[in-house]
């Protein structure tokens, strides 16, 4: 079946270590998204990524970091410079690449929290 | 003022009646609109897209105002499945691709 898979769906990390969330779509989609929601919050772009070897900054950047050296893998690495990185972490992709699908598909999520 | 707002809720809804609410945005150049649902500790998903004459698919409707700038979605013979936090998106124009803006959803919860 197609579908996105994200992993770890929970993780713990101790403060200053980097941890890296990974995501992978067998959708053939072209466009990638990172994704942050906090409790009573709405989701909050990170990153995201039209193609292979291209992405952008969305809202939200400041101490992540992203690749797309495939266009099936979209990985985010939360970084020790991410001041409060406990979050919901959720990747989505869609069809479009030139202006945002009607769907995004989503990833299950990735729970991080930072002891 | 966030680009998109929506009342936290929770709406209490018996089971069998009918319930409806809101979604503002800010930006009147938006080109599309969608709900989604999400479940608890879950991702969300697709439920409808909002088209400027309204639209229907089985219980849920989904409106468009444009001239006050909110959407709606109103749930018919609401059932406890139907319980769920609803979750407006809005696009803004083409020269901000990639920016989807999510309200942090409306929770619904359906009693017996």
């Known amino acids: 079946d197609g579908g996105i898979t994200q992993s770890p769906k929970y993780l713990f990390r101790k403060e200053g270590q980097n941890v890296t969330l990974s995501c992978e779509q067998n959708l053939n989609h072209d466009a990638m998204y990172w994704y942050r929601q906090d409790p009573g919050q709405g989701l909050r772009l990170i990153y995201y990524s039209q193609i292979v070897n291209d992405f952008q900054k969305g809202d939200i950047a400041e101490g992540y970091s992203v690749s797309r050296e495939k266009k099936e893998s979209f990985p985010l690495t939360v970084t020790s410079a991410q001041k409060n990185p406990t979050a919901f972490y959720l990747c989505a992709s869609s069809g479009s690449r030139v202006f945002p699908s009607e769907e995004l598909f989503f990833g299950e999520g990735s729970r991080l929290t930072v002891l | 003022r966030k680009e998109v707002e929506q009342d936290p809720g929770p709406f209490n809804v018996p089971e069998g009646a009918t319930v409806a609410f809101n979604c503002t945005y800010s930006?009147?150049?938006?080109?599309?609109f969608f709900w989604y649902r999400q479940d608890c500790r879950k991702e969300p998903k697709l439920l409808m897209s909002?088209?400027?004459s309204g639209n229907e698919d089985g219980r849920f409707t989904a409106q468009l105002n444009r001239a006050s700038q909110y959407i709606s979605l109103l749930i018919r013979d609401s059932k406890l499945s139907d319980s769920a936090t609803y979750l407006c998106v809005v696009t803004g124009t083409t020269d901000s691709w990639g920016k989807l803006q999510f309200g942090s959803g409306t929770q619904v919860v359906v009693t017996p």
């Open positions: 930006n009147s150049a938006s080109q599309s």
């Open positions: 909002v088209y400027s």
